[in-house]
């Protein structure tokens, strides 16, 4: 994955940001949105930020 491709324009948030917020705690798409401001502009991309939300989630938990 592409951790420099951009994922929310509105805010500039990239997939690396994303992941970045949940391995520093965040677990909930609502956590990833106050850590990043990811998806509280226009809304577009929610659902992949709640996809990127749940895999790197998964992804912290199996390297625990």
Do not use: H, P
């Amino acid at each position: 994955m592409d951790m420099d491709k951009t994922v929310c324009y509105c805010m500039s948030v990239t997939n690396g940001m994303i992941k970045d917020a949940v391995y520093s705690g965040a677990s909930t798409l609502e956590e990833v949105q106050a850590a990043t401001g990811a998806s509280t502009v226009c809304g577009a991309c929610m659902e992949n930020v709640q996809r990127l939300v749940d895999f790197f989630v998964a992804e912290r938990g199996s390297k625990s």
